[in-house]
């Protein structure tokens, strides 16, 4: 998505009209947490991520929402009616599971009709949806097919159309792209994405990969251990992680300990090793409010300048910038990623426009941007 | 034990394809793997099938009491199989949900036929419902008789659903729950799910397994032997030309007559069921459990298998029971003397039994996983025509190979004829292909050991050989090896022919002792053999064996 201004475009979609609603949602499986405590109020229309490392409680999540696990406490509202005791068939959302579960002895026609003949839909209507249906997916000149006789993304399509054909409130979709490679993956989700929105039809999505759920979402809830760590869009997510998981978990970044020395209101100084520096106060998320504290400082790759020492003159603001050694880089094609030493600690950097100065080596001055960086409490 | 073959597509390597002929460890092989298999199949079928004067095959055609004969055995084989595949069907169902309450009652209960002679189903309802029945006579004061179809179909579908379970089980296991959950969230009832999803998908495994069933229903001997009565079947009826009016070409006829409609289920398994299995294409990703079944359905269908399974148990514990009740149906004291009888005058036929069956089980190991490992690893024209050979005697019905041995090993060179090695032999060809078939799935699993630790980076050619290659192939050699051997215990229908006055074996006495009506002595030998066979499969398993019966 093309950004003009510091502004997140998801603004547009949320109405501020609550259609999922999940409150204090636990799941406990004997000894294991699967879910604790779970509060995320999901917009009408919206596209919804579930993000998170694998075994944190995404496909709890959706499976409780779809009706296939029961809650061990907490509650899911949709469009405000509690769903507590209602079977899967009850509800008004439908689910496209990881692996498709396409009905191997029937063909594409017969699985996309399959809900509506199971609701005694009349079959002209029938034949009238599910050919409308398959037209929308392009799947129309593989209607008579067996499953296996499609790719994996033929077949990804027919479970997507499987589930739309039922004109279901909620789409709930577990990692359907993982079953596809890498570049089949990125074609499907913008497919995906398109749909929904001509659709506008509420999509709850789990995934564990943080770029599909960037391109995708206007809204994130990041998941770990059962718990809801940050829910907001991807813009706020990026540039203001609520804490040090999701700084780590979105994007590429570096953590570097500090020590601050200096809070004004506007500003606060951080001493690395013997270095010092200055970031805006707005950089601090939470917790920080003493000098002499230990804290972690999360950069962004692409927030950082790097020139070599010997270019590094006074009238840059010394009080934004780093001194290192590059330790080890790698040419990616459109920008190179550097690993730089500053005082014993690694930092990485990437220089967008590689043609500029070539690859540097030895000693060299990073610049920190204005925002792409966050201060978070040290851990032990 | 593995019911479905795993077969190598011939041609993965078409450039390695050679001549069989060019090459000599592949002419070694072959002959390791095939000059046995011809001795030993192909030269005695061709015997049984070529010794048959014209005249004979016209007797049979033109006289009406042979047709019946085939009639008959196509009947009762049929309608075994229907019972006895839907009975196998329930189980291996319920047993594959995971809310089904009494599982380890049922599995012992479906497990117990399979380490017992199929003939004890008979026995044991002649000692029920018999004329002299404990549940028709005796409780009931009734006077019927169970000699005939109907008490020949109740023998089959107890000897043979265990077998359907047994396949069933592993079909139901295989297919994929979450079709079932994408069925419920489309809105399906749980009796919409198991009719349009759970049935149609079994489609396949229930053919392979009715059709399994068919064929061992179709060669049974024992119980037609033991219950059948004047409703004569096809491997009666050679069995009394053969050996009752020595009528060797009669017999050879209707053998030949018996293995026609076996090969013919036999193709038809392997060529056309066995390729229409539904293979769930799977992804990774957290499946869900099996869905459970309603309340109301499994009442039912815990009401039906207790009932069928109580009956199981009732065989065994009459069987037992018959084998210490002094006179069964008019004395009911207990003794001993059955016991007695049993060990002083007929113990060397146990010894017999043992004995062979050991030395059939050691060979057919030996040449499962020689004949496995030749045909698996090395490419040459006319592969697939061996690997055929070597599971063709799963088709040839056990009174064929009885026949057809004595036709084949009646001279010099090949006298066999009243040694142990001709009972030997004939216990190993009919388990070779089970153990091709299970050493076969040992190496493929090898293989995909070895991709897996190529991907991993690896370990070495030895390191291989011995953390892999070795330890499967042992796995597959020792259970081939004791499934060879209780099948051997359980087995009569070809030894019938075989055995002479010092090499007579457990079944073929106590069949023996039934035909004259010693019921107490042949229960107690069935028990004896009972006990052999199932300290076996429990030691086995004791010892960390692999799983001789999956249900
Ligand atoms: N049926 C179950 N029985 C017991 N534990 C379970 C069950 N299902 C999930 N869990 C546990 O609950 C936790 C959350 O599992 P879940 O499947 O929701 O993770 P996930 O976020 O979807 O992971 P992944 O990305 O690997 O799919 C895990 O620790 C898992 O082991
Ligand atoms: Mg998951």
């Known amino acids: 998505m093309l950004q003009e201004t510091a502004q997140p475009l998801a603004e547009t979609t949320t109405e501020g009209n609550a259609h999922v609603e999940l409150t204090r949602l636990v799941k406990h499986f004997e000894e294991v947490v699967a879910v604790d405590n779970l509060d995320l109020t999901i917009e009408r229309g919206s596209f919804t991520c579930l993000l998170g490392p694998s075994g944190c409680g995404k496909t709890t999540t959706l499976r409780m929402i779809s009706g296939f696990v029961e809650p061990t406490g907490g509650d899911i509202l949709i469009s405000g009616r509690s769903q507590r005791g209602v079977p899967p068939h009850k509800r008004k959302t439908s689910i496209v599971f990881q692996e498709y579960a396409l009905f191997p002895h029937m063909t594409v026609r017969q699985n996309v009709g399959y809900g509506l003949k199971v609701h005694h839909t009349p079959k002209a209507e029938r034949t009238e949806r599910v050919d409308r249906i398959l037209e929308f997916m392009g799947l129309t000149s593989m209607a008579n097919r067996l499953p296996s006789m499609l790719s994996g993304g033929q077949q990804q399509r027919v479970a997507l159309a499987r589930s739309l054909v039922m004109e279901p409130e909620v789409l709930l979709m577990d990692e359907p792209l993982s079953n596809l490679d890498a570049k089949l993956r990125v074609r499907v989700r913008t497919e995906l994405k398109e749909i929904q929105r001509r659709l506008g039809i509420t999509t709850i999505y789990v995934t564990h990969d943080q770029e599909e759920a960037l391109a995708m979402s206007d809204r994130i809830a990041v998941m770990d251990e059962g718990v809801l760590q940050q829910y907001g869009t991807p813009w706020e997510l990026y540039f203001n992680p609520n804490n040090r998981f999701v700084a780590d978990f979105i994007g590429a970044n570096a953590f570097v300990d500090v020590r601050i020395e200096e809070l004004t209101d506007s500003t606060v100084g951080l001493a690395i090793g013997s270095q010092s520096i200055e970031l805006p106060r707005a950089s601090i998320t939470a917790d920080i409010e003493n000098t002499g504290q230990a804290a972690s400082l999360s950069l962004r790759p692409e927030g950082i300048g790097i020139r070599p020492a010997a270019e590094h003159d006074d009238t840059a603001d010394e009080r934004r910038t780093l001194h290192g050694t590059v330790r080890m880089y790698q040419f990616l094609g459109a920008y190179v990623r550097y690993w730089v030493a500053v005082e014993e600690q690694e930092i990485i950097v990437d220089d967008h426009n590689p043609k500029r100065r070539g690859i540097l080596s030895g000693k060299v001055a990073l610049h920190l941007g204005e925002w792409e960086a966050q201060l978070f409490p040290a851990t032990g | ?551």
């Not at chain 2, 592969?383 to 088709?395: G, H, I, M, Q, S």
């Not at chain 2, 359980?490 to 090499?503: M, P, W």
């Open chain 2, 1 to 551: 034990m593995p019911t479905r073959s795993i077969e190598r597509d011939g041609g993965r390597r078409p450039s390695q394809l050679l001549s069989p002929f060019k090459d000599p460890t592949t002419i070694t092989a072959i002959i390791i793997v095939v000059v046995p298999i011809l001795i030993i199949v192909l030269y005695p079928a061709a015997s049984v099938i070529l010794r048959p004067a014209a005249a004979d095959w016209n007797t049979f055609f033109t006289r009406p009491r042979y047709l019946g004969v085939l009639r008959n055995s196509l009947t009762i084989s049929a309608l075994s199989t229907v019972s006895a595949t839907t009975i196998g069907f329930c189980f291996a169902y319920a047993l594959s949900r995971p809310n089904f309450p009494g599982k380890f009652f049922f599995r012992i209960t479906s497990i117990l036929p399979l380490v017992s002679p199929p003939f004890v189903a008979g026995l044991a309802l002649i000692l029920l419902l018999g004329r002299r029945g404990i549940i028709t006579h005796s409780i009931l004061g009734l006077d019927i008789s169970m000699y005939g179809w109907h008490g020949l179909w109740l023998a089959q579908t107890f000897a043979y659903y265990p077998i359907a379970a047994m396949t069933l089980s592993g079909v139901l296991k295989s297919l994929n729950p979450t079709l079932e959950y994408a069925a419920q969230d489309l809105g399906q009832s749980r009796w919409g799910i198991f009719r349009t999803v759970v049935l149609p998908m079994s489609v396949p495994g229930i053919a392979s397994a009715a059709l399994l069933v068919l064929m061992l229903s179709l060669s049974d001997f024992g119980n037609p032997m033991v219950i059948g009565g004047p409703f004569r079947v096809m491997a009666v009826e050679a069995y009394m030309q053969v050996v009752g009016m020595q009528n060797l070409g009669m017999g050879a006829v209707v053998s030949v007559m018996l293995l026609l409609p076996s090969l013919a289920f036999f193709l038809l398994q392997r060529y056309y069921v066995g390729r229409r299995q539904y293979t769930s294409v799977t992804g990774k990703g957290g499946r869900l459990d099996p869905m459970p079944i309603p309340p109301a359905a499994k009442w039912i269908l815990f009401a039906v298998l207790t009932a069928i399974s109580l009956f199981v148990v009732a065989i065994f514990v009459v069987i037992v029971w018959g084998a210490f009740a002094r006179t069964w149906g008019f004395d009911w004291s207990l003794t001993f003397r059955n016991f007695e009888f049993t060990l002083l005058a007929r113990l060397g036929h146990i010894w017999n039994s043992v004995r062979f069956s050991l030395m059939a089980g050691i060979g057919t190991a030996i040449f499962s996983v020689i004949a496995a490992y030749v045909l698996y690893r090395r490419q040459f024209t006319g592969k697939r025509a061996f690997d055929f050979l070597v599971v063709l005697p799963a088709a040839l019905p056990g009174t064929l190979v009885g026949i057809a041995f004595i036709f084949a090993f009646n001279r010099p060179p090949l006298l066999l004829t009243g040694t142990a090695t001709i009972i030997v032999l004939s216990m190993a060809v009919r388990n070779v292909p089970i153990g091709y078939r299970t050493a076969l799935s040992g190496l493929h699993q090898i293989d995909k050991s070895i991709e897996e630790s190529a991907a991993d980076g690896g370990a070495n050619t030895f390191q291989i050989l011995k953390d892999i290659t070795l330890p499967l192939l042992k796995t597959a050699f020792t259970v081939t090896l004791v499934y060879t051997f209780i099948r051997s215990m359980n087995t009569v229908s070809a030894v019938v022919f075989l055995v002479s006055a010092g090499t007579n074996v457990a079944t073929t006495s106590i069949l023996g002792l039934a035909e004259h009506g010693y019921w107490g002595e042949a229960a107690a030998m069935a028990t004896i053999l009972i006990a052999i066979t199932s300290s076996v499969v429990i030691l086995f398993r004791l010892i960390g064996g692999k799983r001789l019966f999956e249900l």
